[in-house]
């Protein structure tokens, strides 16, 4: 037997980083889209060999960050600003049903991870995505993301915050390609405040005024896109 053989579990192990690190960089804005994800090129980038990159495309295929066109092989996916009012419809429609739900399930404890939560994200200073600031970037998505999750988090359906929260890694795409390519166009500086008046809303069980309020943030944040989405997508690399 060769000794330098592979495993199974080496390889699923592999195929797992692979799609972390594809995945993470398709998120973060610097796989661009429509950009050809050529095998050899990314085991290249990676130093993950050919069959658990290949994996991992397949398995972004799946989850819609991949496109698998027939005898061409993979690219990222396209981005729209009729995809982006699409998903943006959708996680309001979603995301209000699970937070009436969470806040009629409210419960002290539920009280005390938001409010730290909360605190968190707001102590985590949110810094453009150039590479001095990446890091520090990424921490604020973290945080920002574990606040919202958790607003839906006594909804009762793990089906539903699964998909609430594969809208939210693909709504972080839309601003991290616009602000990585036009690094003025989107600086929310409400942000913050909206996340303490949802808290607000949540804490005195008003589920009316959360949801409006949790509708505000996204569509506020839709038009600080509207116009530079289109941008992005002609500025990207062509295959």
Request: proline letters at 3%; hydrophobic letters at 35%.
């Amino acid at each position: 037997m060769n000794t330098t053989e592979k495993s199974p579990g080496d390889t699923k192990n592999l195929s797992e980083q692979a799609h972390e690190r594809i995945r993470r960089d398709i998120l973060n804005g610097e796989l661009f889209p429509g950009e050809k994800l050529q095998i050899e090129a990314i085991s290249d980038r990676y130093g993950i060999g050919s069959a658990p990159i290949r994996e991992a495309l397949n398995r972004l295929s799946s989850e819609g960050l991949v496109e698998r066109k027939s005898q061409r092989g993979f690219f990222v996916a396209e981005i729209s600003m009729t995809a982006l009012e699409d998903l943006v419809k959708t996680r309001i429609w979603l995301e209000t049903l699970a937070l009436r739900e969470s806040i009629l399930h409210y419960d002290e404890a539920w009280e005390e991870k938001l409010v730290l939560a909360y605190h968190r994200l707001a102590r985590t200073h949110r810094r453009l995505p150039t590479e001095a600031g990446r890091d520090l970037s990424e921490e604020w998505e973290l945080r920002h993301k574990e606040f919202h999750l958790l607003l839906l988090d006594r909804c009762g359906s793990n089906w539903l915050l699964d998909f609430c929260s594969t809208m939210m890694d693909e709504a972080v795409r839309y601003r991290n390609l616009s602000m990585n390519l036009h690094p003025s166009a989107l600086r929310r500086q409400g942000a913050a405040a909206e996340h303490e008046a949802l808290l607000g809303a949540v804490v005195d069980r008003d589920a009316d005024r959360a949801c409006r309020l949790l509708e505000d943030h996204y569509r506020t944040t839709l038009e600080g896109l509207r116009g530079v989405v289109g941008k992005n997508a002609s500025n990207a690399p062509k295959p």
